[in-house]
C-alpha cells in the first residue's frame, strides 16, 4: 500500500514558479514508477509528466516540455515537480499518480495509487 501527499501548490502570476512535492509512504517508492496528472475545470484528467523507478527516464506532455522538470529522490520517498514560465492554462488540480508498470506513462487508467491533488492557479 502506498498513501501519496502533495504540497507546494498555490496562486502565482503568470511567468511564475511553483514546486511541487509528492511524499509517499511505503517502503516500495523506489520500485514505482510515478507521474503528475492535472485537471482543469470541466476538463479530463490530463497527463503532465512521469518518471521512471530509477529517475533516468523521463516523460513530457509537449505543452510542457522546457518549463516543467519532474524528479525523485527515492531516499526521501519524495517526487517533485518544478513548474516554470507557469500560464494561465497550467491552472489546475495537479495529482500525484503511482504504479508498479514501467510503461504507458501517459494512462491514468494504468495508476493504482493516487494523491488528493493540490490546486495551482495561474493569474494573468
Known amino acids: 500500500q502506498v498513501t501519496l501527499v502533495e504540497s507546494g501548490g498555490g496562486l502565482v502570476q503568470a511567468g511564475g514558479s511553483l514546486r511541487l512535492s509528492c511524499a509517499a509512504s511505503?517502503?516500495?517508492?523506489?520500485?514505482?514508477?510515478m507521474a503528475w496528472f492535472r485537471q482543469a475545470p470541466g476538463k479530463e484528467r490530463e497527463f503532465v509528466t512521469a518518471i521512471s523507478w530509477s529517475g533516468v527516464s523521463t516523460y513530457y506532455v509537449d505543452s510542457v516540455k522546457g518549463r516543467f522538470t519532474i524528479s525523485r529522490d527515492n531516499a526521501k520517498n519524495t517526487v517533485y515537480l518544478q513548474m516554470n514560465s507557469l500560464k494561465p492554462e497550467d491552472t489546475a488540480v495537479y495529482y500525484c499518480a503511482a504504479k508498479g508498470a514501467a510503461s504507458n506513462y501517459a494512462f491514468a487508467s494504468g495508476y493504482n495509487y493516487w494523491g488528493q491533488g493540490t490546486q495551482v492557479t495561474v493569474s494573468s
Open positions: 511505503g517502503r516500495t517508492f523506489g520500485s514505482f514508477s
